[in-house]
Nanobody, 122 residues
Framework: QVRLVESGGGLVQPGGSLRLSCAASGSIVRINAMGWYRQAPGKQRELVAGITSGGSINYADFVKGRFTISRDNAKNTVYLQMTSLKPEDTAVYYC????????????????WGQGTQVTVSS
């Protein structure tokens, strides 16, 4: 079994910054792609940023230049540095990862964290 545990959410004023972390633990042979998604009330979950095991990165247009995704493979952790936060960034942020869990199987399984609330408000 694999767990993804997010941390770092909270309340911040417009223009402020937050850093989210997501640590994976459990049966892990290899972590492939990792990413951050968000879901605001009444809206669908959407991709914020993704990073492959080789370090290739993609961002949603609405966060380009403001958010930075990174990962520490030794710690099985992915980060999301968020700056210049706007009220419209308010959402629950979810970590996602494709993980190979067993040496005897090449299958990757997709996992979600429980989410962390980010609220941008004055």
């Amino acid at each position: 079994q694999v767990r993804l545990v997010e941390s770092g959410g909270g309340l911040v004023q417009p223009g402020g910054s937050l850093r989210l972390s997501c640590a994976a633990s459990g049966s892990i042979v290899r972590i492939n792609a990792m990413g951050w998604y968000r879901q605001a009330p009444g809206k669908q979950r959407e991709l914020v940023a993704g990073i492959t095991s080789g370090g290739s990165i993609n961002y949603a247009d609405f966060v380009k230049g403001r958010f930075t995704i990174s990962r520490d493979n030794a710690k099985n952790t992915v980060y999301l540095q968020m700056t210049s936060l706007k009220p419209e960034d308010t959402a629950v942020y979810y970590c996602n990862a494709d993980i190979r869990s067993f040496n005897w199987s090449p299958t990757n399984y997709n996992y979600w964290g429980q989410g962390t609330q980010v609220t941008v408000s004055s």
